[in-house]
């Protein structure tokens, strides 16, 4: 098929709909996230954050017979909150940034926020993202894991267990 006018105008109005559209998504993405205001029980958190954050700890710290307690059940978001009010004003909102990229990541491919999801959908997002080929998707989510880590590690519940694996004076 030749390149003709008419078609190289009709590609260019396709593209040109494509990118607008995009535009859109974005601008309707970046509303979203960008310095969303805390709810009122929390310190820098919006509720959607909070969500999220207790969404992924259950993913990682599903209940298991030796570590009953599950990620949400450990109030992570509200220790992860606490977290971001030691940090200066811009990296608090990238790590906020951090958790909204991560929480839309699987509206693509499952038409909600990781947050949610159910358990199993939860569950194979996450090992997704451990092994995705990209390095910067890994490093995004082994960067949000590290708070997610800490705050489920030194729950009450939690810590006697991790203290006896590591005898160096952990939980002290």
Partial sequence: MPVTRRYFMSAAGILGSVVVAGTVGVGAGYRAWWDQPHDSATRHLSMDELAFV???????????????LRGRQASVGRYVDLVLDGMEPLQRKLVRLSFHALDQWPRASHGVPFRDLDEVAGAEVLAGWVVHPRAEVRGLLASVYIFVGMAYSIHPKVAPIFAAQFRCGYGE
Avoid: E, N, Y
């Avoid at 207790?54 to 009953?68: G, H, N, R, V």
């Fill in 54 to 68: 207790d969404a992924l700890a259950d993913a990682i710290f599903p209940p298991s017979p030796k570590l009953p």
